[in-house]
């Protein structure tokens, strides 16, 4: 079965810094697809950003970056700059190509101080 | 662009009686759907999910149901609430393998 594993269950960083939450998964599939997603404390849930297994190139959007190493299963987020409101839980994400199932980790919450 | 609808928001309720939580989803059609329960350490616990009118998948053994009774529509329900089924409902959907989820915007559900 497939998991996902989130190492850090928090993580308090200073405002403008860089931060990297770790997330590695378990599967036995070649075609899959991971996601981060933010909940703030509205809880909401966000996408953050979305990684194609089949895509060597890592994904970005603005500040948010992945670094994403199939053979190891590691599926890593990197925020630059970090800013107030990124003050949130993320969770790691994965789904597989060929089901329909897409289970979370338990999530890092994340304190950005001022 | 897919807009997931739940409710209510916030629901108390005594031990043993029932639930029902309905999602209803705009935007798209044949969408999969899922119901997540998040409680404290633990995550995004995935419940059940469905690919299609009267299709669920059920992830985890416990006194909790869905239905699909229509294909923009999904339902959780109980038939006798746990102490144990405290805690923050969410359901999601998204109209195809691999796109992101779209996830509604909770319900609170305190048993007591």
């Known amino acids: 079965a497939q998991t996902v594993t989130q190492s850090q269950p928090e993580m308090f960083v200073q405002e403008a810094e860089t931060v990297t939450l770790s997330c590695t998964y378990d599967t036995s599939e070649n075609n899959y697809y991971l996601f981060w997603y933010k909940q703030p404390p509205s809880r909401q849930m966000i996408l953050v950003i979305r990684?194609?297994?089949?895509?060597?190139q890592n994904a970005t959007e603005n500040r948010f970056s992945v670094n994403f190493q199939k053979a190891a299963k590691s599926f890593s987020l990197k925020i630059s700059d970090s800013q107030l409101g990124d003050t949130a839980m993320y969770f790691c994400?994965?789904?597989?190509?060929?089901?329909?199932?897409?289970?979370f980790g338990k999530g890092t919450r994340l304190h950005i101080l001022p | 662009s897919q807009t997931i609808h739940q409710w209510p928001a916030t629901l108390v309720q005594p031990v043993g009686s029932p639930l029902s939580l309905e999602c209803t989803v705009e935007g798209t059609s044949n969408p999969n759907l899922y119901w997540y329960r998040q409680a404290a350490g633990r995550g995004l616990q995935l419940l059940f999910y469905s690919v299609g009118i009267g299709q669920i998948s059920s992830e985890v053994p416990q006194n909790l149901s869905a239905s699909r009774p229509q294909d923009r529509q999904f339902i959780l329900s109980s038939k006798k609430l746990l102490l144990s089924d405290s805690g923050f409902y969410l359901c999601a959907g998204t109209p195809q393998p691999g796109s992101p989820l779209h996830f509604g915007n909770g319900t609170r559900l305190t048993v007591t």
């Open positions: 990684q194609e297994a089949y895509k060597q």
């Open positions: 994400a994965f789904a597989m190509n060929r089901d329909d199932k897409i289970i």
